[in-house]
T-cell receptor
């Protein structure tokens, strides 16, 4: 069974204090790893998809990286508006529907001014 | 551009009452459609997905059902709600081919009393 584990569960940062969130996964034949951002009371918003070990993608202060067993979401010089829950997810190893994602529990990020 | 609408946004229902949550997608045809549930403090759990009109797959045995009467309409229903049905329900869509991104609706907060 595919498993996705995120750590830490919660992270408090001061504005400008860089850090990383971790997403470890157990799935054979990874067909992509997805990162989403979720604001309170709203639906998740897509950030990145990574497909192969060594791949990196960036968006503003966020950079996602992928290894064979885990992914990191690096946050550089965060601002209070980066506060949200960050979710990672993987599709099943087999089958045809990529939307059947297994999600991690998420990391709640709070950035204090 | 594609948009996804989900309603109602908030719902408070007594135990034993029926439920109907509706989701529609605009700007695309033949999407894959999904219902996820997010319990408090937990990750997203896939409930149902559909690859076409009248085609519904259930991921988790439960008190809920789903229907897709039209190409871009997805409905989540229950005949009699249980306390355990409380949660945040999210509709999502993806393209029907390739490693496609899930786009989520704004969510429906259901409280069963």
């Amino acid at each position: 069974e595919d498993q996705v584990t995120q750590s830490p569960e919660a992270l408090r940062l001061q504005e400008g204090e860089s850090s990383s969130l971790n997403c470890s996964y157990t799935v054979s034949g990874l067909r992509g790893l997805f990162w989403y951002r979720q604001d309170p009371g709203k639906g998740p918003e897509f950030l990145f998809t990574l497909y192969s070990a060594g791949e990196e993608k960036e968006k503003e202060r966020l950079k996602a990286t992928l290894t064979k067993k885990e992914s990191f979401l690096h946050i550089t010089a965060p601002k209070p508006e980066d506060s949200a829950t960050y979710l990672c997810a993987v599709p099943p190893a087999g089958g045809t529907s990529y939307g059947k994602l297994t999600f991690g529990q998420g990391t709640i990020l709070t950035v204090h001014p | 551009s594609q948009t996804i609408h989900q309603w109602p946004a908030t719902l408070v229902q007594p135990v034993g009452s029926p439920l109907s949550l509706e989701c529609t997608v605009e700007g695309t045809s033949n999407p894959n459609l999904y219902w996820y549930r997010q319990a408090a403090g937990r990750g997203l759990q896939l409930l149902f997905y559909s690859v076409g009109i009248g085609q519904i797959s259930s991921e988790v045995p439960q008190n809920l059902s789903a229907s897709r009467p039209q190409d871009r309409q997805f409905i989540l229903s229950s005949k009699k709600l249980l306390l355990s049905d409380s949660g945040f329900y999210l509709c999502a869509w993806s393209r029907n081919s390739g490693a496609n991104v899930l786009t989520f609706g704004a969510g429906s907060r259901l409280t069963v009393l």
